[in-house]
């Protein structure tokens, strides 16, 4: 199968124009892509190391150091002892930052729901139906 045929050659300019779309979608509270890649993280994994979260998303040490300080200052984060290393900091999400989460996730869902209505039925049926297999092409990622 030529390049420009290949599943994955279909596929990623759609991923790339959606993704691009909901980066640069402004929630109600404006937070930078990378600030919400955090939060999403932390509230998913639990409190990770700063180290383990610059490594994490492919963020330099000096950057995720300030960004996590920003977020710390807005109340959206907490740093707390490492109970494995004394000398160690773990980051957590803090309620306030949960709820961004929330807020930021319904908003880009009231979006997405509102393109739907623009499709015609038979494409956002068909959207819907590949849904369980777009999960597990996600879901394989974490394998790779």
Same mark, same amino acid.
């Given at each position: 199968?030529? !390049?420009? &045929?290949?599943?994955g050659s279909q596929l990623l300019p759609v991923l790339g124009q959606l993704?691009?779309?909901?980066? +640069?979608?402004?929630? $109600? ?5 990378? !600030?919400?890649? /955090? ?5 998913r994994d639990g409190a990770t190391r700063l180290t383990d979260l610059a490594?994490? %998303?492919?963020?330099? +040490? $000096?950057?995720?150091? +300030? ?27 803090? *309620?306030?930052?949960? %709820? @961004?989460?929330?807020?930021?996730? *319904?908003?880009? /869902?009231?979006t997405l729901d509102a393109l739907f209505e623009e499709l015609d039925p038979? &494409?956002? &049926? *068909?959207?819907?139906? =590949?849904?369980? *297999? @777009?999960?597990?092409?996600? %879901? =394989?990622?974490?394998?790779?």
């Open positions: 199968m030529p !390049a420009g &045929d290949s599943r993704v691009r779309f909901l980066r +640069q979608l402004e929630g $109600p509270d404006n937070p930078s892509p990378v !600030a919400l890649s /955090v939060l999403r993280r932390l509230g490594r994490l %998303e492919r963020a330099s +040490q $000096p950057g995720m150091t +300030q960004l996590v300080g920003r977020m710390e200052k807005g109340g959206l984060v907490k740093r707390l002892p490492d109970p494995s290393d004394g000398r160690g900091v773990l980051v957590a999400t803090t *309620a306030a930052g949960r %709820e @961004l989460v929330e807020r930021t996730n *319904a908003h880009y /869902v009231a038979g &494409d956002s &049926d *068909a959207i819907v139906r =590949a849904l369980p *297999a @777009l999960t597990r092409l996600a %879901e =394989a990622t974490r394998r790779t």
